[in-house]
């Protein structure tokens, strides 16, 4: 139903006065009858179209022009006035009522789009927001598939290494043969076992180490605590060794200096060239070593580099090195006995001289 409808009134001119129950009813019957027409007006807005309208106004404005025109131009004739005032009324109520069915139509029409354009803005926001959330779900995959996890650079062992010495609960063979992924989890299992055990092995061989170097530094104390006694020993023992004649001098003090960075055979054979002047009380033979300290001691510094074994090397590291190849011994050799040796026996004098 239109709103702000006037509702039509009805003037009485009966000077009767009707009785209260009838006047009642005349009233009830009355706003049945309006109520009626307006139901019956909206149905045939409703029902009517846009072309209908326009049509039906076209055709009275177009009557209701003619007859302004026969009224200007005198045409009507003083019998006819009463029809012809008619006429004009009834033409201009048509036009009024076409028009508010006009206006009540395209109010409905409005509120129904208003209605429906409600409905479409409110499934837009809809839209928008599942793309909002595809666009944050397509981000949250983009960046599980940019991710780098920690177990991408750690270096496994191969697959037939793992195959071969994993256990079956965790290689599970025929399940991880054919998916990559549980396959990778399993050697991930297995790397984690396999370095646990290494760091026990680890702090095992850390506690002997340190059991090693605990004993190493109390032989070292031991050691330097027996130096100011041999010390104490030499000079008790100075006396005894002036009357016996045994005093050694500086000049022999740096001879036994020089000899001791000998090489060991040359060692041997300064051993024996003294052992035979004490034997055989032979005074003309004269035992000198000349050559490069500093050479000599690089030397030494370098064989002892070369047959020094690491402390952290277990029982059977130590039994594969014990088993070189003749080879390597055989090239240490060589490189020992390629110093060259030269001996003079002039006026019974000995000299060795290692270049």
Known sequence: MSAKRARPTTITTTGNLQSPEKKKQTEEHMIKT?????ERE????LSMTAASIEESFLQHSQAFKQKLLDSCNDLVKPSEASNF???LLSLFISLRRLNRLAQYRNRQIRDRVNQERAVVEERFLQLQNVRSEIEHLQKEINRCYDFRSA???IELVSLEEFYANAPPSISQEEITRNDPHRQHLARL???MQERKNLVGTLQEREGRKNVLITDITTKEHRLKSLKPRIEAVIEAARPVQELMGLTCSPIDVEKERVLSLLPQELSVIVIQIEAYCDIVKESGIILKCKGDYESAMKFLESRQHVFEIPEDVDDEDNQDDASYPNSFLDDIRSS???LNITVFLERRTILILPI
């Open 34 to 38: 309006v109520s009626e027409f307006y």
């Open 42 to 45: 909206d149905r045939e807005a």
């Open 85 to 87: 005032e008619e006429s």
């Open 151 to 153: 177990d991408e650079d």
């Open 189 to 191: 299992n297995w790397e």
């Open 336 to 338: 020992l006995y390629n």
